[in-house]
């Protein structure tokens, strides 16, 4: 499941317990995931550890991951995201350099090539 605001507060990410949804989702789909179910940290940055995996508090950019579904096929996968309901609080874009630093929202150590 994908998020379709650029910038914003996570309020809410809850899902419905496979039981619940009764019918045919019930006994296809088989989990879903979401920020609170990674063990140990939510990082998957292989350089710089700073990208999470699934987004818990605040998403970042549009598409970002905020959960994962596991099923037998992908329509059941589909389905059973659709019934994840997300709230999120829209935040304001930050589209100008010295709006980035004003609120420290910016890469402080850049990574660089040696040259």
Do not use: W
Request: charged share 25%; hydrophobic share 45%.
């Amino acid at each position: 499941m994908l998020e379709v605001c650029p910038s914003a507060r996570l309020t809410l990410a809850q899902r419905f317990s496979p039981r619940r949804l009764g019918g045919q989702d019930h006994a296809r789909h088989r989990r879903r995931l979401l920020a609170e179910d990674v063990p140990g940290v939510n990082d998957v940055g292989a350089i710089r550890h700073d990208e999470i995996l699934l987004a818990d508090k605040e998403v970042f950019y549009h598409g970002q991951i905020i959960a994962l579904v596991v099923g037998k096929t992908q329509e059941a996968c589909r389905a059973a995201a659709q019934k994840i309901v997300v709230e999120y609080e829209p935040l304001p874009p930050i589209l100008k350099i010295p709006d980035a630093i004003a609120q420290t929202v910016f890469t402080p150590n850049p990574i660089s090539s040696a040259a």
